[in-house]
């Protein structure tokens, strides 16, 4: 169920009616559902630009429009127009958007994809970087590929033992060893430029 506050409906109201169009509503959407990059957008839209498989909640003056794949990540959620000292701001509260971490009964590969969505990659991104899990062997090997900055990049022999490794093994037992399958001859672009020698 999604709460919609009676002062964020009145906000939107205001913004529909600075648009000088009838029959205009609001689309909601999650981006990247169940990902550490999940997100909420909104947008005005009017009924023709409906594709019908919209949620249809109706609100002060508007109809809000909820993505119909997007509805199961927004339940429950809680959308607001808080006032504060510095100014004013819409809040959406969706607690499920980003996915919830694996349960106990959940496989390794599973719980490995966790970690690195959630507490590796945003890290990783913050310098352009990017990985990807290419496999999880038998043995507890977790395999990773590293694209963008990290890709050619001179630090990533650190990053891969005292980052990668260090979490995934104190977060998940299992983990024996994270190695890379990264050709870093090959990178354009990196972080830190590799010594020659």
């Known amino acids: 169920m999604i ?9 939107f109201q205001r913004l529909i009616a600075q648009q000088g169009e009838d029959s205009l509503g609001v689309r909601l959407r999650v981006v990247a559902a169940g990902t550490p990059a999940a997100q909420c957008e909104l947008e005005f839209c009017s009924t023709t630009e409906l594709t019908g498989d919209e949620w ?14 997007s509805m199961a990540w ?38 490995v994809k966790y970690v690195l969505e959630t507490e590796v990659a945003p890290g990783i991104a913050s310098h352009g970087g990017r990985i990807s899990l290419v496999e999880v062997t038998s043995e507890g090997v977790v395999v990773l590929r590293f694209g963008g900055g990290c890709h050619g990049c001179g630090m990533v022999d650190v990053t891969l033992k005292n980052g990668v490794e260090k ?3 104190e ?7 994270v190695r890379d399958a990264t ?15």
Do not use: W
């Open 3 to 11: 709460d919609i506050s009676e002062r964020a409906q009145a906000h």
């Open 56 to 69: 249809t909640i109706e609100c002060q003056g508007f109809n809000l429009y909820v993505d119909g794949e």
């Open 74 to 111: 927004l339940d429950p959620a809680n959308i607001d127009y808080e006032m504060t000292p510095t100014g004013s701001q819409l809040n959406i509260r969706a607690p499920r958007i980003k996915g919830e971490a694996p349960g106990e009964g959940a496989g390794l590969v599973e719980r």
């Open 167 to 169: 979490t995934l093994r």
């Open 171 to 177: 977060r998940i037992p299992e983990v024996t060893e």
């Open 183 to 197: 050709d870093h001859a090959t990178g354009e672009k990196p972080y830190f430029e590799r010594k020659a020698g």
